[in-house]
């Protein structure tokens, strides 16, 4: 259990502001706080899964997916599907696919906050990842707070004595959304030892909701990754520990802007790689929409994330344990004895069967 000692000195960590009381002070009006910027333009990809991959082509000349491999796949995946309804998954991934050009946050808007910088967001993130640890929450919410944290921040300027409130307001607004039980607004207000009004966290949460659009249908990684992982009929090993690289993810500014399509993919690719369960096959291709030509450069900058000592473990520590099958740990075991670039050497599985069936046409 987490002090209320500890909390209050996290929360001074993330915004070095010696005491919230200033922060309750300054945001009577949470409309007078914020700066807007310009948000971006999006553009929705109307395409089923299916009409995806059978266009889709990599950065080396991969051929798509063929309708007759699409057919090998899902007769070889049979009953290990997860979905509840197997019937709509085309439909489905189609659609939440369709949804990241609106909902996935800009890689570059630290450049638009002039009080926050990239270490801030890591020290945010950490102690968004300690709090979400000690109230038991779902993977599924910690994925979900970090994509509103960003969001919102991509498209308004805030300041710093406020960025731990809205890290706070962010994870409740999540566990509304994710939790079969959410939380009580009390067990967050706790976390600034009551140095935070009730009224002024209301507000905060109202306004990100209404500048947000109350847009919250976001889909994480992990839903990817379970998507992904039916090429392996549903391996727990390689899902754990995709998992556990999909959490080490949030903390990297490379993967703000990523797609969460592409980080599931890439988490998964890493962890077929560092498990040496084989290469990257056109059926994973299929099942994620990427090819490993795809994938290889944001491995690489994943890999990068993972090796010790750290000043900021919060991340490795939750995954040190048999709940995860002490996946950061055999990380670190791995990464002692192989080069990064030994890991990710290319194995091309997913080119060279594209390669064979053109020279067969």
Request: charged share 20%; proline share 4%; net charge negative.
């Amino acid at each position: 259990m987490v002090s209320a000692a500890s909390v209050a000195q996290s929360a001074s960590a993330v915004t070095d502001v010696p005491a919230q009381t200033a922060v309750a002070n300054k945001c009577a009006s949470v409309a007078s706080t914020v700066t807007m910027i310009a948000p971006k333009a999006y553009k929705f990809v109307t395409t089923s899964a299916t009409d995806y991959a059978l266009e889709h082509t990599g950065l080396i000349g991969e051929l798509p997916i063929s309708d007759a491999e699409i057919n090998e796949f899902e007769a070889h995946a049979g009953s290990s599907s997860h979905l509840l309804a197997p019937d709509f998954t085309d439909n489905i991934f189609g659609y939440v696919r369709e949804l990241e050009a609106k909902l996935t946050p800009d890689a570059d808007y630290i450049e638009r906050q002039p009080a926050l910088s990239w270490r801030s967001r890591l020290s945010l993130v950490e102690w968004l990842v300690m709090e979400h640890k000690r109230l038991d929450l779902l993977p599924e919410t910690l994925h979900l707070c970090v994509n509103l944290v960003d969001r919102f921040l991509s498209i308004y300027a805030v300041k710093s004595a406020e960025i731990v409130i809205i890290g706070a307001v962010c994870l409740f607004v999540a566990a509304k959304y994710e939790e079969p039980q959410y939380l009580q607004m009390a067990d967050i207000v706790e976390l600034f030892g009551g140095r935070i009004d009730k009224s002024v966290f209301v507000a905060f949460e109202r306004h990100i909701l209404e500048l947000l659009g109350y847009d919250l249908g976001w889909t994480g990684p992990l839903s990817y990754l379970e998507h992904i992982s039916t090429a392996d009929k549903r391996d727990t090993s390689i899902r754990t520990l995709a998992i556990y690289l999909a959490e080490e993810s949030l903390i990297g500014p490379c993967f703000v802007g990523a797609p969460s399509s592409k980080v599931a993919a890439t988490c998964y690719f890493l962890s077929l790689r560092l498990l040496g369960r084989g290469p990257w096959t056109r059926g994973h291709a299929y099942y994620s929409g990427y090819f490993e030509s795809e994938l290889i450069s944001l491995a690489s900058d994943l890999i990068k994330l993972l090796p010790m000592p750290r000043r900021n473990r919060a991340v490795y520590d939750k995954y040190a344990r048999k709940r995860y099958l002490f996946a950061s740990e055999f990380v670190q075991v791995l990464l002692k004895d192989h080069s990064s670039d030994s890991l990710l050497c290319s194995q091309g599985a997913d080119h060279s069967a594209g390669a064979s069936a053109k020279s067969a046409i």
